[in-house]
């Protein structure tokens, strides 16, 4: 026994009586993703720029903050503050806004505009603390952080373009008038 319908045009009478939505979740994991990629990208480019520079720890030197010493107190900013500000800062200037993920220029613009801020943030910091940080490592650390964010972004771009063809998830959903 079914109950006899009103005849329609395929489009719903109203909004709220909607049994199923069909909602596009493929930005969730991809995402989640792009915070695990940034959050390597940014301590490989700490890990590298400790590694090649001598300089790199020399405003941690003659620090003490009770529980953390020299070389603590620069592997605790270098690996875990930086990267989690870092990280904070992305989010913030809308790298992972669903709206420009794998589409424009716009995504590496956001990136971009985010490092400067970065390196605002740290250079204000070390003023206000009187850390006699070296401009070499700041530079060193941002600049390969970046080329480090943009060659992941670059890379995950390219991941979500093949999963677009094969499967057809991944896509933006939109009405062209």
């Known amino acids: 026994w079914q109950q006899e319908q009103p005849p329609s045009n395929g489009v719903p009478r109203s909004a709220w009586n909607r049994t199923h939505k069909r909602l596009s979740r493929w930005h969730r994991p991809y995402t989640m993703m792009l915070v695990v990629l940034d959050l390597l ?11 090649v520079l001598e300089k790199a720890k020399t405003g941690f030197r003659d620090k003490d903050w009770g529980f953390l010493h020299d070389a603590g107190l620069f592997s605790f900013f270098a690996y ?15 790298t992972y806004d669903r709206r420009y993920l794998g ?3 716009e995504e590496f613009k956001r990136i971009v505009r ?10 204000l910091l070390a003023f206000a603390t009187k850390t006699t ?3 070499g490592t700041v530079a060193m650390v941002s600049l390969s952080a970046l080329i480090f964010l943009l060659l992941d972004r670059v890379v995950a771009r390219q991941v979500l373009h093949i999963a677009r063809r094969r499967t ?3 896509a933006h959903r939109m009405i062209l008038v």
């Open 41 to 51: 990208a940014v301590l490989a480019a700490s890990w590298l720029t400790a590694a």
């Open 80 to 94: 875990v503050v930086l990267p989690l500000g870092w990280l904070i800062l992305l989010w913030a200037n809308g």
């Open 103 to 105: 589409l424009g220029s």
């Open 114 to 123: 985010c490092s400067v801020t970065v390196v605002a943030c740290v250079s």
């Open 133 to 135: 940080l070296s401009r």
């Open 168 to 170: 057809g998830h991944g």
